[in-house]
């Protein structure tokens, strides 16, 4: 993977993480990730926009980057999410006889509250 993809790569992963664990990160924090992961904005362009320097960004982004790790190592919110989307999927794909329709309505159901959750927290 080229330095570019990776680099690409950690700001959507980040950004992602970022949503997770918005509650637990400060305001400030959450402005520079917003405007760094999701609108691809420079350091110098987050520093000129925020009236900061462009190291306090670089910090802030760190700082931040090491917390979201830190959450996701402790909770992991971000892996379960993803593994309760893809039974959600596999779910679709199952074969069933007319007795078990119920059963696996109301799975995909209880999952589906679950992922409706979690994507309806306010985050970056």
Known sequence: MSNGTERLHRKVEYGMLASFYA????ETQLTILRLYCCEDLSYGEIAQQLNISRQGVSSSIFRSFD???QLEKDFKLSERFFMLSKADTLLDTLKVDSESVTALQQVKDIISTILNFEEGNNGV
Do not use: C
Request: hydrophobic letters at 45%; zero cysteines; aromatic letters at 0%.
């Open 23 to 26: 509650p637990l990160l400060t």
């Open 67 to 69: 917390k979201l790790d």
